[in-house]
């Protein structure tokens, strides 16, 4: 648990940087705004590590003058908002991705940000959304044999895990399957479990509102590029702070490599069910030949797409610290760069936690009940528990689908008793409690 100093202090910190923008903003301001007007271009689709791209609208080269302000004023600035004052370290001057934000998972406070409202096409980052809006319905053992209308529907081009009709697979593959290779089939698959893909869309743009993700649109679920698809750096790293509540999700999002379950032939008379190996497309967790593991790296998600570029949230430990990064769509065209960037970010969050002044907050979802902050306090909300879209508490995650799955709680220390003390319990949310990511990173097996 952190230092009761330390959290007083973040809080306060973080307290003082909302007070500050509800005195300076009108409730108006906090309704995310429409997408900028686009003209159609058209994408040429090509496989990708996250999902391809069909025609839709591409966004503009510039963010656009009014933007949310949930989180703080600032947060709905054009351009980068940093306290650079005595002793903060300076950002690096070689990032370009026209969004991206960075953020202290325990206390939600935003240590700095660029264009962190711009909606602009999420590509396979929205699958953290999916995933924190599905995975609590299903237990992972649940089997699933697949049939042909499970796999309609899917854009041309389509990252896919391998899946086929005919075969039957649990739950806990196709998370790893949208994880790991981030196969929209796997998607698909769980999206028609789940009741339909239409559904699945609907009830994830409840959750997102729920979340208070004002500037997310969800069309598809898997984040295949369709018109009016829409999130936010912001909005990505709420979906991952969510999500990172539950324990499954923890485990799915940090796997390096795992076998999946292939075709069933015959061999001598006797149906054989072959595997394949597959590996994770994060390259701050899996590595490639320019980006290094990045130290503490533990999830979450990535995506590529023809109109999105690319995209990528994180979430790494340090020396008790819990950051969030999210990048969206460098401008840099260089093999890996959304990962180096995120890399240089993260890099620098870690020295400038605990220096810098917040420049905003990740707010708390909407409803979320008083629970204990009192060490060993649990929550439903893991695959098989509770359904409903709150937050939850769960152990530490597995590194393979091989790992044990301990536990240790995370509580959520929020008091919902109006006036002033709503503005606190959000600028306090998940302060009290740690995270539990050392554990992950120390049982995760290095590529």
Known sequence: ???????????????????????????????????????????????????????????????????????????????????????????????????????????????????????????????????????????????????????????????????KEGESYTVHDLWLGVFLRSGNDAVHVLSHMYGGVDKTVTDMNTHAQDLQALDTHVVTPDGYDEPGQVSSAYDLTLFARSGLQKKDFREYCSTVSTKFPGETTKKKGKSVRGTFDIRNTNRLLSGDSDVSVYPGIAGVKNGNTTNAGATFTGVAERNGKVLLVTVMNPEKDEHNEVYKEAAKILDWGFQADGKVQPVGELVAPKNVPQTSAQPGATATGEAGGDTST??????????????????????????????????????????????????????????
Do not use: Y
């Open 1 to 163: 648990m952190p230092a009761p100093l330390q959290t007083i202090r973040r809080s306060l910190l973080v307290l003082s940087a909302a007070l500050s923008s509800l005195a300076l903003t009108a409730p108006a301001a906090l309704a995310a705004p429409s997408p900028t007007p686009t003209p159609t271009a058209t994408a040429t689709p090509s496989s990708s590590a996250s999902s391809s791209a069909s025609s839709s609208a591409s966004p503009t080269a510039t963010p656009p003058a009014n933007m949310s302000s949930v989180g703080g004023t600032r947060l709905g600035t054009a351009g980068t908002q940093v306290n650079l004052t005595s002793g903060v370290p300076v950002l690096p001057k070689d990032v370009t991705a026209r969004s991206w934000i960075v953020s202290d998972a325990e206390s939600g406070a935003v240590l700095a940000a660029h264009n962190a409202h711009w909606r602009l096409p999420p590509a396979s980052t929205l699958k953290m959304l999916f995933a924190d809006t599905v995975l609590p319905k299903f237990p992972k053992t649940t089997e699933h044999k697949v049939v042909a209308s499970d796999l309609a529907g899917m854009g041309a081009g389509s990252s896919l895990v391998g899946i």
């Open 390 to 447: 709150k937050p939850s508490a769960g152990g530490s995650a597995s590194a393979s689908a091989a790992d044990d799955d301990g536990s240790s709680g995370v509580g959520i220390a929020l008091a919902v008793t109006g006036g002033l003390l709503v503005l606190l319990a959000a600028a306090v949310f998940l302060v009290n409690r740690r995270w539990p990511l050392p554990d992950l990173v120390r049982r995760r097996p290095r590529p």
